[in-house]
């Protein structure tokens, strides 16, 4: 599970990065100079995937998590999700830049959400996961102070 979570945040990088430099080249060939959606994809990408990912490898190491079969669910949901709303930031921002009407449809509004629901359920199941495995987990006896001078 660990390689997984470090695959993820290694190809979430990538993604960010990515799209940052499409972000940049897209509206400098357009002399694009509004708003757009793609200015926060890059943003996504690197935060909720990278930043994240590298938090819950933390987390898995640190609690043990692996041991809970959710865990492998919470990945794919959680990757799933972020995934539909990069690709809806990306397609909207393109849409955007290029001065397309089907920038403001219902629909990309619609999907997008469905990404964010993912993510949603995903951050219900981790907290699930990581909640039983702080209610199992082996109580820590408090250490001795140390006496001073010794």
Same mark, same amino acid.
């Given at each position: /599970? *660990? &390689? ?6 290694? @190809? ?14 897209? =509206? ?9 959606? *793609? ?17 819950? *490898?933390?987390? #898995?190491? @640190?609690? &043990?998590?692996? &041991? ?8 794919? @949901? ?6 539909? =709303?990069?690709? /809806?930031?990306?397609?909207?921002? %393109?849409?955007?830049? *290029? ?18 629901? =993912?993510?949603?359920?995903?951050? @219900?199941?981790?907290?699930? %996961?990581?909640?039983?495995? %702080? ?12 006496? #001073?001078?010794?």
């Amino acid at each position: /599970m *660990l &390689a997984s979570l470090y695959r993820s945040a290694a @190809v979430w990088t990538a993604l960010g990065l990515a799209s940052g430099l499409g972000y940049r080249e897209l =509206t400098r060939q357009f002399a694009y100079t509004g708003d757009t959606q *793609l200015a926060v994809g890059h943003t996504h990408a690197l935060a909720l995937g990278t930043t994240m990912m590298l938090i819950f *490898l933390a987390l #898995v190491k @640190v609690f &043990a998590l692996d &041991a809970d079969r959710r865990l492998r669910w919470f990945l794919w @949901v959680y990757n799933i999700g972020l995934a539909i =709303t990069f690709g /809806m930031l990306n397609a909207k921002g %393109i849409l955007q830049v *290029l001065g397309s009407p089907m920038a403001t449809s219902k629909a990309l509004a619609g999907i997008s959400g469905l990404g964010h629901m =993912t993510l949603t359920a995903a951050f @219900v199941l981790l907290f699930l %996961i990581l909640g039983r495995a %702080i209610r199992t987990a082996p109580a820590v006896k408090d250490a001795e102070p140390a006496s #001073v001078g010794a």
